[in-house]
């Protein structure tokens, strides 16, 4: 999948932290103060079918802190996805526009992968809420900044 912004290139020189999630250098992306959590996928793809569910339930437990932007078979944030996602693979989530991955966390299996999303989200949120983010408190600790 190709787009004509041609300005619009992958993130450069990404380490790699928790959940084989990339860090990027861009700066916090956040709509009425809220990091953004983007998720982009389609029903026709297995792995999203799989990651989908998991990323609603992580999602809801930041409900106020994060503004979540589900794009399960939509193009609403298309010019994140081409950025995050430069050959154009699903599933793709973007967390903050700090951390990113394409593809699912299937071989972490369901449990893990929650842990990791909940930590990440925790992380681009200052630990709020609180009462979710105390309890992967040494997870987000180890995230690379």
Known sequence: SSTDEGDTQEPVGAEQTIGN???SSDE???EDGKPIF???GSQSCPHCTWE???VQKVA???DG??????NYDSDTDRDIFSRYSAEGYIPALVIGCKYYRVGAGE?????????????L?????NNQPASICDGVKDLVDSIIN
């Open 121 to 125: 989200l925790c992380k681009v949120t």
């Open 60 to 62: 809801g437990l930041f």
């Open 65 to 70: 802190v994060v503004a979540f932007h589900d």
């Open 38 to 40: 983007y998720f982009f």
């Open 21 to 23: 999630f990339s860090v």
């Open 28 to 30: 916090l992306c956040s």
């Open 107 to 119: 071989n972490d299996g369901e449990e893990v992968e929650t842990q990791n999303l909940t930590a």
């Open 52 to 54: 989908h569910p998991i």
